[in-house]
């Protein structure tokens, strides 16, 4: 059974910063990659960065280069989202995700 938790989200000021956590569990983690998708009300999830199965190569959207860096354990079976320099335009809820699966996600608010 595929299983992909997501934890460490939460209330932050401009500028402050958070580590999210991915969980993973059911499948073959060491040979999969890893996304994270974020979402906010009323507008399209949106590919926020992605890693491949050794970890070997990323990409990130625009709109995070520099600020976000997406790395994995494949000895624990979790992907991590280090997000520096937050802004107000990151607030949403954060889900890691692998074909056909999508976690629960993770509240990220910014807000002075």
């Known amino acids: 059974q595929v299983r992909l938790v997501e934890s460490g989200g939460g209330l932050v000021h401009p500028g402050g910063s958070l580590r999210l956590s991915c969980a993973a569990s059911?499948?073959?983690?060491?040979?999969?990659?890893m996304r994270w998708y974020r979402q906010a009300p009323g507008l399209e999830r949106e590919l926020v960065a992605y890693?491949?199965?050794?970890?070997?190569?990323?990409t990130y959207a625009d709109s995070v280069k520099g600020r976000f860096t997406i790395s994995r354990d494949n000895a624990k079976n979790m992907v991590f989202l280090q997000m520096n320099n937050l802004k107000p335009e990151d607030t949403g809820v954060y889900l890691c995700?692998?074909?056909?699966?999508w976690g629960q996600g993770t509240q990220v608010t910014v807000s002075s």
């Open positions: 890693i491949s199965s050794t970890g070997g190569s990323t």
């Open positions: 995700w692998i074909p056909n699966y």
């Open positions: 059911g499948f073959t983690f060491s040979t999969t990659s």
